[in-house]
T-cell receptor
Framework: LAKTTQPISMDSYEGQEVNITCSHN???????ITWYQQFPSQGPRFIIQ???TKVTNEVASLFIPADRKSSTLSLPRVSLSDTAVYYC????????????FGKGNQVVVIP | DVKVTQSSRYLVKRTGEKVFLECVQD?????MFWYRQDPGLGLRLIYF???????EKGDIPEGYSVSREKKERFSLILESASTNQTSMYLC???????????FGDGTRLSIL
């Protein structure tokens, strides 16, 4: 399995920028880095995907250093509704380097 | 928008019953997945399918089987339900390759 390491939990105040890190030391050449968000009693929702450098969409930015052994998801100006579990995944959908969700990072936004 | 629909949000069954969980996606995706999610354990892959009638075991296939007779539908089968299969079950699909997965809202299954 393609393994990632994330902090278990973190708190942030409303309106701040939140940066969530993920380590993936064994990332393979063809692997993309994908982040998901999950609210209670719902399935995970795709946030952003990248291969290298920086990717930005309407909800987040993803920063990937040159060695690709880590990545940082950046959420600008979080609100209470951003309280969720965030998962970082690398790897292929199937095969020996199959991606694994792991336990994710619980982010709690405080008023 | 991709829609992944799971047949039930909540389901209660008895030990020893044969249980079917159904999942349908409407975007002609190649890949489909079944996960279970338990507190403190994250999402664990049970089975996945990369084409009609093609399937491969995930990390925890014991006690489960799957069926994919049509591209849009992927069924998870508990041959003889047991209490340790009480869990949240999530279905997902993806177009192909490294494309992101799209999830249904899950089925919370209780085995009594």
């Amino acid at each position: 399995l393609a393994k990632t390491t994330q902090p278990i939990s973190m708190d942030s105040y409303e309106g701040q920028e939140v940066n969530i890190t993920c380590s993936h030391n064994n990332i393979a050449t063809n692997d993309y880095i994908t982040w998901y968000q999950q609210f209670p009693s719902q399935g995970p929702r795709f946030i952003i995907q990248g291969y290298k450098t920086k990717v930005t969409n309407e909800v987040a930015s993803l920063f990937i250093p040159a060695d690709r052994k880590s990545s940082t998801l950046s959420l600008p100006r979080v609100s209470l509704s951003d309280t969720a579990v965030y998962y970082c995944l690398v790897g292929a959908p199937y095969g020996n380097n199959r991606l694994a969700f792991g336990k994710g990072n619980q982010v709690v936004v405080i008023p | 928008d991709v829609k992944v629909t799971q047949s039930s949000r909540y389901l209660v069954k008895r030990t020893g019953e044969k249980v079917f969980l159904e999942c349908v996606q409407d975007m002609d995706h190649e890949n489909m997945f079944w996960y279970r999610q338990d507190p403190g354990l994250g999402l664990r892959l049970i089975y996945f399918s990369y084409d009609v009638k093609m399937k491969e075991k995930g990390d925890i296939p014991e006690g489960y089987s799957v069926s994919r007779e049509k591209k849009e539908r992927f069924s998870l089968i508990l041959e003889s339900a047991s209490t340790n299969q009480t869990s949240m079950y999530l279905c997902a699909s993806s177009l192909q390759g490294n494309q992101p997965q799209h999830f249904g809202d899950g089925t919370r299954l209780s085995i009594l």
